[in-house]
């Protein structure tokens, strides 16, 4: 009789392995939109693959690998055989571009065969939603036929892939982050003249002070530990003209005529942007191989590997920076703003909502919310993943460029340049927003 019960728990779950998101994760999500679940799956198998190469780059992680006897081609053998494993593939910036290069594919393939889906009565919406037991099967394969590729000119070519992929993928973070703000101060101005409660006119006074504080206090630290008095011109070139820029945008934003036309600009968007724009020049001069770094963390952290301080200060960024490859806000962030839903192809109030439901064991289900129409265009949903992969890729290995020493590693002017331009073209977004009304006044801009 157990062995019966055995075998059915078995069948049930291969059964959700291979049906819809919602069977899968009934249990964990039972209040959720099955569009959603699906989106949390496909992002849980970038962070599943982002966890191994972050593991597959940590310092000493290959000279415990040669030690096992009969393993690493180069090591100690057994019995006189040859060792089969190249340690150096498997480990260290080989492996984190061939895992990348993994999920890119695996991303890139779902991004072009779900291309022009509009409803999930077409067959390939039963793929989007589920199979996800040969998916995972999928993704396995990919990886582990990426790590018998020959290196060859692999590496470098793939290398120019990433830092394409990388920018495009920060454009579409710049402008997300350009819009969440502007959707944070039009939703807390709204709350606070629709209501009698003023306090929220505290907090964006509040929220627009700290941002404030906090850019201004990195631009002292950059002065401080990114500069010295008679060298390091390049970063005081950075420090300085991003400073001049974000004074520019906080001026423009309160004009009346901005104010006039663009009704819903303001000091907090511009606060944000700035610390955003500081952050992204401490990220750029820690990449600078010249002598003028003075990597912070490793100040603070006093740890004799750098390799796993850096590890640690990405980590620890990833939670509260916009464009970061683990940041909650990558590719699985809803909005109804009508500019974000039409960047991401979605159709505002696509699909069916609703509640959980209620099955015939009593137990609340997930619902399906894709019945009359998809609630987002999974084409470019996969195409987003495919370019946050690359992007991991990149910051993992610091845009480390394959053809130089792998002691230059930890630095590129590469990464430098990517990241300052990123800033630029940030403020320069954001100033468009402002400018715009005012150049197109026949226009209608929400």
Not at 200 to 216: D, I, N, P, R
Not at 257 to 282: D, H, N, R
Request: charged content about 15%; glycine content about 6%.
């Amino acid at each position: 009789m157990g062995a019966c019960m055995a075998l059915c728990s078995m069948a049930s779950c291969a059964s959700c392995l291979c049906g819809s998101a919602p069977c899968l994760l009934c249990g964990c999500c039972p209040s959720s939109k099955s569009s959603t679940i699906t989106r949390l799956i496909y992002s849980f198998f970038l962070l599943l693959g982002t966890i191994v190469s972050v593991i597959m780059i940590l310092p000493g992680m290959e000279d415990q690998l040669r030690k096992i006897p009969g393993f690493c081609v180069g090591g100690d053998s057994i019995l006189g055989l040859d060792n089969l494993v190249d340690c150096d593939v498997i480990l260290g910036y080989k492996s984190v571009y061939r895992m990348c290069f993994a999920m890119t594919c695996f991303f890139f393939f779902f991004s072009a065969i779900m291309i022009q889906v509009r409803s999930s009565k077409d067959c390939r919406a039963a793929v989007q939603n589920g199979f996800w037991f040969f998916k995972f099967l999928m993704l396995i394969g990919i990886t582990v036929g990426a790590f018998f590729i020959p290196d060859g000119m692999f590496h470098t070519v793939w290398f120019y892939f990433g830092a394409v992929g990388s920018f495009i993928f920060i454009i579409i973070q710049l402008i997300l982050l350009i819009d969440f703000a502007y959707s944070w101060n039009k939703v807390w101005v709204e709350n606070a003249e629709d209501g009698e409660n003023k306090g929220w006119f505290a907090g964006l006074l509040f929220f627009t002070v700290l941002h404030y504080a906090l850019a201004f206090t990195a631009l002292v630290l950059f002065y401080v530990y990114y500069t010295k008095p008679d060298d390091c011109t390049e970063h005081k070139v950075f420090i300085s003209l991003n400073l001049i820029f974000c004074i520019i945008i906080s001026v423009v934003s309160v004009l009346p005529k901005v104010q006039e036309a663009q009704p819903l600009s303001g000091l907090l968007q511009s606060s944000l942007i700035s610390l955003y724009t500081m952050y992204v020049t401490w990220s750029a001069m820690t990449n600078n191989p010249s002598e003028c770094v003075l990597f912070l963390c490793f100040k603070f952290l006093t740890l004799k590997n750098k390799g796993v301080a850096r590890l640690f200060c990405l980590l620890s960024v990833s939670l509260i920076v916009p464009d970061s490859p683990l940041s909650p806000s990558l590719s699985i962030r809803s909005s109804s703003n009508t500019q974000v839903n039409k960047l991401m192809q979605t159709e505002e109030g696509g699909g069916s909502g609703g509640e959980g439901v209620v099955g015939e064991d009593g137990l609340l289900r997930a619902v399906d919310n894709e019945e009359e129409a998809v609630s987002y265009s999974y084409s470019f949903f996969h195409f987003h993943l495919c370019l946050a992969s690359l992007y991991i890729m990149m910051t993992l290995t610091n845009w480390y460029q394959p053809d130089t020493s792998v002691q230059k590693m930890s630095n590129s002017m590469p990464a430098v340049w990517v990241k300052i331009a990123s800033s630029w073209l940030g403020l320069a977004l954001y100033l468009w927003t402002l400018l715009a009304p005012l150049v197109f006044p026949d226009r209608e801009f929400n």
